[in-house]
């Protein structure tokens, strides 16, 4: 309840993050693979030069898919073996634990079947890219005092952030998952967090991401996206206050978004067949 109250007054206090500049949309591919019909979300590739890697919303399996950023061609499908797949809304590429290798990070953490899994399953990028299956990583079990999950994002020491999606004139809440609970038997509950500053007026956020270097980060709904500047790394200090607003290009049910690798600009993504690839390169 103190956290809660604090977060409050935070956003009665809260000043406007200023922004770089970046470009307006460019369609730079199309996402044209039959098995890709629900991009949900998207994350760069550590690994593989202009890779980005995509899921579909609930109602599929337990694969992902590497994508082209350069043409939207499918490259590989990567079944993630011993992973369930109740409803997948939110991907993160980052540092594997303790920063070694790299690592990506599925958020089985979507309401659309049937209740929360609330899930993050971990695992390490494949060395090459073609359709093959890789064993989990590590697995977190986590619950909180929110219904739905549409974002998680991962800092550059591999800590992992997850912020609920609300209804239309609340606010979403941003929580860290204790590095900990990684491979714990036991399910953590989580509820220290903070209340991110906007709201919107429809059930978001639907998505977002930590920039490489973790000095930013990003947050999008169906009509905008969202942008804060956390050159301390602390995302619970920042998240509060008011952030900028970046230039989107209106997507079919666009819930997928991310810096590029080289955080030279960011990419968004929309679900349905043939969606085009929108980039935005910082200026």
Not at 56 to 81: E, K, P, Y
Not at 89 to 100: M, V
Not at 249 to 260: A, L, M, N
Request: aromatic share 10%; net charge negative; charged share 15%.
């Amino acid at each position: 309840m103190i956290k809660e109250i604090v977060s409050v007054f935070l956003l009665c206090t809260v000043h406007v993050h200023a922004a770089p500049n970046f470009a307006n949309a460019q369609q730079v591919a199309t996402v044209t693979s039959h098995s890709i019909n629900e991009a949900s979300g998207i994350c760069a590739s550590r690994t593989h030069k202009d890779v980005l890697y995509t899921h579909n919303d609930s109602g599929d399996g337990h694969r992902i898919f590497a994508i082209s950023a350069t043409s939207g061609a499918r490259l590989a499908t990567i079944q993630v073996n011993g992973a369930g797949a109740q409803d997948w809304e939110d991907i993160a590429c980052g540092p594997c634990a303790g920063g070694s290798g790299h690592c990506i990070y599925i958020a089985d953490t979507g309401g659309n079947a049937g209740g929360d899994a609330n899930t993050i399953y971990r695992i390490r990028e494949p060395s090459s890219l073609h359709d093959t299956g890789v064993n989990l990583d590590g697995t977190l079990k986590f619950s909180w005092d929110q219904h739905d999950c549409e974002t998680v994002m991962v800092d550059p020491k591999g800590e992992v952030y997850v912020v609920s999606k609300v209804g239309a004139g609340h606010h979403a809440k941003v929580v860290h998952l204790p590095s900990y609970a990684w491979g714990s038997h036991q399910r953590v509950y989580v509820n220290d967090g903070v209340y991110v500053s906007f709201t919107a007026s429809s059930n978001s956020p639907v998505g977002g991401d930590i920039s490489p270097d973790g000095r930013e980060v990003l947050m999008k709904t169906y009509g905008h996206v969202y942008y804060w500047s956390v050159p301390d790394g602390n995302y619970y200090s920042s998240l509060t206050s008011y952030p900028a607003t970046l230039p989107y290009h209106w997507e079919r049910q666009g819930e997928g978004i991310c810096f590029s690798a080289n955080a030279n600009g960011y990419y968004t993504l929309g679900e349905g067949a043939n969606s085009p690839l929108w980039f935005y390169r910082r200026q």
